[in-house]
């Protein structure tokens, strides 16, 4: 599969998962890395009855193809960022080129091309209100294209799945 990003991203279209394979094995794999992604291949493999070697080849495939990522997902609040906020942008020209340059910002996580009343949604985290006032300022609304941004700064994080898309 080729993709049209500079980066290989994390998610792929519906289409490309169809066509990905993913089978009833392959799903229960998915969903025990969901709950532990350092779980051993053996203790997958004598769950779901596959060898050892079986299981390794199913995640290499499910990786290599862009399906699943297995990463250490952070807690901000405890990494020093007390601020986290979602950035809605309106774009006056080339909205891929102001998400292309939207990437190069270490502060960013995920950026959203939308439809919808913002062209981009960003999620941005900073240590406290000066340096996300900074970013924005300094940073974001300097991109050339940027028309617009709207800040919604988070109060808390209420909850976060990682245990989708399997069922």
């Not at 532990?36 to 291949?41: T, V």
């Amino acid at each position: 599969m080729t993709q049209e990003t500079e980066e290989p991203g994390p998610l792929r279209s519906v289409q490309a998962v169809e066509s990905a394979g993913l089978d009833e094995t392959n799903k229960k794999i998915i969903s025990l890395l969901q709950k532990n992604g350092r779980r051993s291949y053996v203790s997958i493999a004598k769950e779901i009855g596959l060898s050892e070697a079986a299981v390794r080849l199913r995640v290499q495939r499910l990786t290599d193809d862009g399906i699943i990522q297995i990463v250490a997902v952070t807690n901000p609040m405890e990494m020093g960022f007390r601020r986290q906020a979602m950035v809605g942008i309106t774009v006056n020209g080339d909205i891929e080129q102001v998400a292309r340059d939207l990437r190069k910002i270490a502060q960013i996580d995920y950026i959203i091309i939308t439809a919808g009343r913002y062209d981009i949604l960003a999620e941005v985290f900073a240590s406290d209100d000066e340096a996300l006032l900074q970013l924005v300022n300094r940073k974001i609304r300097r991109i050339q294209g940027i028309g617009h941004t709207e800040l919604f700064t988070y109060m808390r994080l209420e909850s976060q799945r990682y245990d989708w898309g399997v069922a």
